[in-house]
C-alpha cells in the first residue's frame, strides 16, 4: 500500500512540474511579437486593449514591440519598423483598415505570420488570423436591446429614432451600424420607428475618425432642425460610447427639453458606466479585452510553434483578397443591472 502510494506522489509530482513547465514564464522562449494599437487619444477603449495584451503576452513568456501610433501614416512607419526586427509575429488593430496593404506585403515576403486584431485589413493577403467579437452581433445587440425596452414586437410606437454610425475607414463601422440598422429596419418600414432626419445610409450616419466632437455637432444640427418643437427623440443608436458621451454633450448644448433618450454605447469605457449608472446612457456593449487578448496569446502561441491555432469561423471573415480565418467572440449587453461584470 505504501508503495501504491509512493508511486502515486511521484506520479503527481511529475505532472504538477509538467504542468508548471507549459505555464512558465518561459512558454514564449523570450520570442519577440509586435503588438501595434490605434491611438488612444483619439478615442476608443485603445489604452486598456493595448495595455491588458501586453501584459498577457509578457506572462506568457514573449519580449513585446508594444507601439500605440499617432496617425495612419505613423502606424505603416511603426509596422515598417517591426518587420525590420524580424518578430515571430505581428499583432496589429489598425488604425485606418485601408492604407496597410504594402507595408503587410512586406511582412509576408518576410515571412512573418500577421494577426489582425479587432478590425479586418484591406487589400491584403498577409493575414494569417483575424480575432475579434462578433462586429455584427454589436449591433443587432443594441436593436434588441431597443425592441424589448420599448416593446416593439407587442406593437408599440411610434417612436422617433436617429443613428450615428463610426469612421469609414475601419471596416467595423458598417458592421456594427448594419447589425443595428437592418434588425429595426422592419419597424421602420411599420412606422414603430421613425427616422425624422431621414440619415438613414451609411454614408449619412458615419462619424469620421469615431471623433465625439463630431458626433455631437451632427446631433446637434438633427436636434435643432427636427426636435427643436418639443419632439421626443426616443432612441439613439450611437455605435460607440464616445459618439454616446456626444449625444449627451449635443442634448444639453442645444437644451433638448424632450423625453429621457434611450441611448446605446459600445466598449464600456469608465465615462459610459458612469452614465448607465445614472441613468443617462441605457446600455453599452462589453467586449472584455482580457477574452480577446486570451485568444490573440494562444494564437500566437501556436503560429510561434508551427501548429494550428483555434479558430471558430473559416468562411464568413473576407477582405478584397482572402478568406481569413477567425476567432469571434461574443460580446454581452452591459445596462445598468449588470454594470458590475465590467472591468475596465
Ligand atoms: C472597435 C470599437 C471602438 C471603435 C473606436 C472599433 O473598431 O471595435 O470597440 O469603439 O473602433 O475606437
Redesign the pocket.
Known sequence: MKRIMTIFLLLCGLMLAAFAAGCGQDEGEGKTVALLF?NPS?????QYIGDTCNKQMQEAGYKTNFQFCSSPENQVQQLREAIAENPACIVI?AQDTGNLGEALAEAKEAGIPVVAY??VIMHTDAISYYA??E?SS?GEFMARYVEEKLNLKGGAGPFNIEFLA??PA????PQ?YGGAYDYLKPYIDKGQLVVRSGQVSFQDVATPG?SGEKAQSRMEDILRRYYSGGEALNIVIA????LAAGVLKAQRSVGYSGPATLLTG??ASSEAVENIRTGRQAMTIY?DPAVLCTKIVRMVKAMVEGSQPAVNDVTNIRNDKITIPSYLCIPVIVDRENLDIVKN
Not at 483619439?42 to 485603445?46: D, F
Not at 455605435?239 to 464616445?242: E, H, I, Q, Y
Request: net charge negative; glycine share 10%.
Open positions: 490605434p483619439a478615442g476608443g477603449p485603445w488593430a479587432d478590425r475579434s467579437f462586429n454589436v463610426g469612421d475601419d471596416t467595423n463601422a456594427f469615431w455605435s460607440n460610447d464616445d459600445q466598449d467586449k
